[in-house]
């Protein structure tokens, strides 16, 4: 990422989340106690504790280490969910109640040993609103039914909350799941090796690295900066959303796959879209257009961007799409959400597909909007036309302050083809000059 998108990621924080001012601190550690003080020479053992301490305004520092949590730390069972953290304390506008790591200290919780039977676990449930969380890992997330589920690292239910460098990893879990809710930003975050192997045929058809399935005025919610990689369904997944949903700057690679390269569930990098089986009678009116911007699909099982039957149209606008299954699918379906047509309404602008695979398919092109694309430029791409081309780039480390790694794969080189070669999006290019198409800028 370049330094001006890094920058414009930290802005873009400062507004979202305000200013803080003076507040009471709560200190949580692996060897702390929740009979203890709550202070940092005495800190409690549990987040869930640490809630009925704070309020508006307050933090919580989460020590380093690994918190290996059992049944017993489950904080409230409910029909067939097992919540193992409930976060339902609400902050206020310009006071949220947040749960930073602690300095530079990594705490990881280990789920691994959480397993009620039958029952759905969520390792976060975060039901209140104001609400921020900052450099959590979780891993191990359990599936312990048979049949049709689906366990969570981090569910949203609240308003106005910040999900940030946060990591689920390693679990049978989907990342990141937004159902309620509005003006929630998840940023800079990573979901990654997460496959459940248990329930229905094993394939793990449920577990995206980020979904987001809002209500009817669940508007306002944004994926920013956040990496899905080896999720054995699909890497970012809005299907049944009711009001739009976007995803920015967000890279999805290899889902769909295990890291043995195994071929699991469906394996789209970014879903936008599509309803299901749903009656047209159930349908949102207007359908939303979700909206896909400067992010990368790379390696993914089946296509790296696509509509997935939308009755409507989307925006994608500078994405980097490579080696998928199919690149750009925009497969369609008319308003009755039962005939599948080639998809209409949707505006492509400034996207790059390299090298020419299978490209844009399902499209229906005269009801679309398309400019400053590679393929639909004469631009003669060739690997020179790139500063790098190795795909291991895509997890190097995230830069201190969260944001994504810097990165060759992909990138324009300086004065090539792909630079200056866009058409105008809506936001001017930087300095004046015109887009340059796909996701990356070329480095300075």
Same mark, same amino acid.
């Given at each position: 990422?370049?330094?001006?998108?890094?920058?414009?990621?930290?802005?873009?924080?400062?507004?979202?989340?305000?200013?803080?001012?003076?507040?009471?601190?709560?200190?949580?550690?692996?060897?702390?106690?929740?009979?203890?003080?709550?202070?940092?020479?005495?800190?409690?053992?549990?987040?869930?504790?640490?809630?009925?301490?704070?309020?508006?305004?307050?933090?919580?520092?989460?020590?380093?280490?690994?918190?290996?949590?059992?049944?017993?730390?489950?904080?409230?069972?409910?029909?067939?969910?097992?919540?193992?953290?409930?976060?339902?304390?609400?902050?206020?506008?310009?006071?949220?109640?947040?749960?930073?790591?602690?300095?530079?200290?990594?705490?990881?919780?280990?789920?691994?040993?959480?397993?009620?039977?039958?029952?759905?676990?969520?390792?976060?449930?975060?039901?209140?609103?104001?609400?921020?969380?900052?450099?959590?890992?979780?891993?191990?997330?359990?599936?312990?039914?048979?049949?049709?589920?689906?366990?969570?690292?981090?569910?949203?239910?609240?308003?106005?909350?910040?999900?940030?460098?946060?990591?689920?990893?390693?679990?049978?879990?989907?990342?990141?799941?937004?159902?309620?809710?509005?003006?929630?930003?998840?940023?800079?975050?990573?979901?990654?090796?997460?496959?459940?192997?248990?329930?229905?045929?094993?394939?793990?058809?449920?577990?995206?690295?980020?979904?987001?399935?809002?209500?009817?005025?669940?508007?306002?919610?944004?994926?920013?900066?956040?990496?899905?990689?080896?999720?054995?369904?699909?890497?970012?997944?809005?299907?049944?959303?009711?009001?739009?949903?976007?995803?920015?700057?967000?890279?999805?690679?290899?889902?769909?796959?295990?890291?043995?390269?195994?071929?699991?569930?469906?394996?789209?990098?970014?879903?936008?879209? #599509? =309803? $299901?089986?749903?009656?047209?009678?159930? %349908?949102?009116? +207007?359908?939303? *257009?979700? /909206? &896909? !911007?400067?992010?990368?699909?790379?390696?993914?099982?089946?296509?790296?961007?696509?509509?997935?039957?939308?009755?409507?149209?989307?925006?994608?606008?500078?994405?980097?799409?490579?080696?998928?299954?199919?690149?750009?699918?925009?497969?369609?379906?008319?308003?009755?959400?039962?005939?599948?047509?080639? #998809? =209409? $309404?949707?505006?492509?602008?400034?996207? %790059?597909?390299? +090298?020419?695979? *299978?490209? /844009? &398919? !399902?499209?229906?092109?005269?009801?679309?909007?398309?400019?400053?694309?590679?393929?639909?430029?004469?631009?003669?791409?060739?690997?020179?036309?790139?500063?790098?081309?190795?795909?291991?780039?895509?997890?190097?480390?995230?830069?201190?302050?969260?944001?994504?790694?810097?990165?060759?794969?992909?990138?324009?080189?300086?004065?090539?083809?792909?630079?200056?070669?866009?058409?105008?999006?809506?936001?001017?290019?930087?300095?004046?000059?015109?887009?340059?198409?796909?996701?990356?800028?070329?480095?300075?």
């Amino acid at each position: 990422m370049s330094t001006c998108q890094r920058v414009g990621f930290t802005l873009a924080l400062l507004v979202t989340v305000g200013s803080y001012g003076t507040a009471a601190e709560v200190y949580v550690s692996p060897t702390g106690s929740d009979d203890a003080t709550g202070t940092l020479e005495r800190p409690f053992a549990t987040i869930q504790r640490a809630q009925a301490a704070v309020g508006p305004g307050d933090t919580v520092f989460v020590r380093g280490g690994t918190y290996k949590l059992t049944e017993s730390d489950i904080a409230r069972k409910h029909r067939i969910w097992a919540y193992v953290t409930e976060l339902s304390k609400s902050g206020e506008r310009g006071k949220p109640i947040r749960y930073f790591a602690y300095k530079d200290e990594r705490p990881v919780f280990d789920l691994s040993a959480v397993k009620p039977a039958g029952l759905r676990v969520d390792a976060f449930f975060v039901s209140g609103s104001w609400v921020h969380l900052r450099g959590l890992e979780v891993t191990g997330v359990q599936v312990t039914a048979k049949g049709h589920t689906q366990s969570i690292g981090f569910e949203n239910g609240g308003s106005h909350n910040v999900y940030e460098r946060l990591t689920v990893r390693d679990g049978q879990a989907i990342g990141f799941y937004i159902t309620r809710g509005s003006d929630n930003l998840v940023l800079n975050c990573d979901a990654h090796n997460n496959h459940d192997a248990t329930s229905e045929d094993g394939k793990g058809g449920n577990v995206d690295g980020f979904g987001c399935h809002p209500p009817k005025g669940g508007t306002g919610n944004v994926f920013r900066g956040c990496r899905a990689w080896l999720n054995s369904d699909d890497g970012f997944d809005c299907i049944s959303a009711h009001e739009p949903v976007v995803f920015d700057h967000c890279w999805a690679f290899r889902n769909g796959y295990s890291a043995k390269g195994e071929r699991l569930a469906d394996g789209n990098g970014f879903k936008a879209g #599509g =309803y $299901g089986s749903a009656p047209a009678a159930r %349908l949102p009116d +207007p359908i939303p *257009r979700h /909206v &896909v !911007r400067f992010c990368l699909a790379v390696g993914n099982k089946n296509s790296g961007f696509y509509a997935n039957h939308h009755p409507g149209g989307c925006d994608w606008v500078n994405n980097t799409a490579s080696r998928n299954g199919a690149d750009f699918n925009m497969l369609g379906r008319k308003a009755d959400n039962t005939t599948d047509v080639d #998809g =209409y $309404g949707h505006k492509l602008v400034n996207n %790059l597909i390299y +090298p020419p695979r *299978r490209g /844009v &398919v !399902r499209m229906d092109a005269t009801k679309c909007e398309l400019a400053g694309n590679s393929f639909t430029l004469d631009l003669k791409l060739t690997d020179k036309s790139f500063a790098g081309l190795d795909e291991a780039e895509l997890t190097r480390a995230r830069w201190a302050d969260g944001g994504l790694p810097d990165i060759s794969l992909l990138r324009p080189v300086a004065g090539g083809p792909l630079v200056g070669a866009g058409t105008d999006a809506g936001a001017p290019a930087k300095g004046g000059e015109k887009p340059n198409v796909g996701a990356l800028d070329p480095k300075p």
